[in-house]
């Protein structure tokens, strides 16, 4: 894993895994009044994931391949920040770009647009606390 900061927010980026997007370290790092978001493009597997967290707690884990298909604490927090890039959280339609629509609603939720810069070497690594 891969971490840099971008203005008030930590970006971390994980290649070839899937801890980083795990709900309990994704829980975890948010705890203590702090906020996480994590999107997930397995090349290996077909769902996608968004899920966002504040103060140790998993608000909302969507598939943005199927936005009805949502869970956590406040399952709707997102809501509208999907219906802002037109899609209907309650359509059963499959959405055609669902890692371009997860990676847009994380740079609503944070303020951060990840560009190439951002995920430039030499960057810190580090391992995500509970995690393993």
Do not use: F, K
Not at 22 to 41: F, K, Q
Not at 87 to 95: F, K, L, N, R, T
């Amino acid at each position: 894993m891969t971490v840099t900061q971008v203005g008030d927010w930590v970006v971390a980026v994980e290649e070839c895994g899937w801890r980083g997007a795990d709900s309990r370290s994704l829980a975890n790092l948010s705890d203590g009044g702090g906020e996480a978001v994590a999107v997930m493009r397995p090349d290996y597997a077909a769902r996608h994931y968004l899920a966002y967290a504040v103060d140790g707690v998993l608000v909302t884990d969507i598939d943005p391949t199927l936005p009805p298909n949502r869970r956590g604490s406040d399952p709707d927090r997102l809501n509208d920040h999907l219906r802002d890039l037109g899609i209907d959280p309650e359509a059963a339609d499959q959405i055609d770009n669902p890692i371009e629509a997860a990676l847009a609603i994380a740079a609503r939720v944070t303020g951060v647009v990840l560009t190439h810069r951002h995920l430039r070497r030499p960057i810190l690594g580090a391992a995500i606390p509970g995690a393993y």
